[in-house]
């Protein structure tokens, strides 16, 4: 299917009725692809503890063939990431005309610091609809801090206003910090006066060199407070919010608060790329995460093997593994997940579970329940889930 066509039908969903992109059984809609692991700068929560490539990172026909795999199982949306993609520039252009070709969207996650204007524009040319850009705190001290090299706030400022200027799609993201929450409504003001009406927020989940800063996780209370201040913002402002990583039902949360309030979210483009589901964790259920050098992840950040495309074809790994089909199975959930009334609707966050128990299918330590019930939001009537992507 033309792209356009696609994009054209998600937006009249979205417009008529109010839903995202429809969840098909059993089906990687949405798909990460970390096309290296290099990276030009080794920021403290990075899940992939990216810095230096692979040996044996996937060649471009390889890619492709992946790339035309996923197709043929019903990929939608493929988001390129690394490391840093553009550290593999003319392999990620390739590969964004591939999925244009095959009707699949393309979108990227960059550090934003290799986006000059000629590369937003061969970017917008090879057919990528989107690139998230960081902004982690308000001030360029900060940012520069955290990213660990001068000069990182101001970079991604200008590859908002380079990518703007092509008329190619920004979302800033934000990773959400004890540290850094109080600068968010001044990061909001900053990335609206640059133009851009969409921020996601991530959820530290402690992987990679993140395991290092776990302390700097949010809790309960941060987290009922900041799902608050969003859907104030969302109800005054032309600007949309999605959360990321650790429990997708959180944009969910805020859609079903504007019905308690009468009111909506604005209709931009990340709200039709909501996944229209109640399954709560889709790690291997609608989602997977394809690794540098083709080993195949449920999820970025549950960092157990699958299998490895260059040994068994996608469609078996897809339909065949072991960790994929148990973690479709929420009988297998264990402790609060295994006896929570809403396991097939939540499932925790598998990745969590992981880091904190050593058992896969523990109960996640970070149990968003609490937080719904204070806010009176019943998980039944959450309709769809965002992506955890990395």
Known sequence: MDIRLKLFQLLLRQKFLGKGIEGKPLVPQVVSYAITKACNLAC?????????????????????????????????????????????????????????????????????????????????????????????????????????????????????????AVDLKVAVTTMILKNNIDDIPRIIEIVSHLGVDQIVLYDLVPVGRGRNIGELTINHIERVRLLNYLNKVQEEMDIFFLISGGNP????????????????????????????????????????????NGEVYPCPFLQISAGN????????????????????????LTGKCGSCEYKYICGGCRARAYIYTGNLFGEDPLCPIETFQERQISL?????FSLCVG
Not at 53 to 77: F, H, Y
């Open 309 to 332: 495309i260059r040994k068994q074809s996608l469609f078996e790994i897809w339909q065949n593994s072991k960790i994929l089909q148990d973690l479709r199975n929420r009988n297998l």
């Open 44 to 164: 403290p929560h990075c899940h992939a503890s990216a810095r230096e490539p692979m040996p044996d990172e996937l060649m471009e026909d390889e890619a492709k063939n992946v790339i035309s795999q996923l197709e043929r199982l019903g990929t939608e949306v493929i988001i390129f990431s690394g490391g840093e993609p553009l550290l593999r520039k003319e392999l990620l252009l390739r590969l964004t005309e591939e999925c244009a070709d095959l009707g699949i969207i393309p979108a990227m996650l960059t550090n934003g610091t290799l986006i000059d204007y000629p590369t937003a524009l061969r970017l917008k040319d090879a057919g990528m609809l989107a690139v998230g850009i960081p902004l982690d705190y308000a001030t360029p001290e900060r940012q520069d801090a955290f990213r660990g090299v001068k000069g990182t706030f101001q970079a991604a400022i200008n590859a908002i206003k380079n990518c703007l």
């Open 249 to 292: 039902l959180y944009p969910g949360a805020l859609l079903e608060m504007h019905k308690q309030h009468e009111t909506q979210a604005p209709d931009k483009l990340l709200k039709q790329f909501l996944v229209e589901a109640s399954i709560g964790c889709h790690a291997g259920i609608h989602y997977l995460s394809l690794r540098p």
């Open 380 to 384: 039944k009537a959450i309709e769809c």
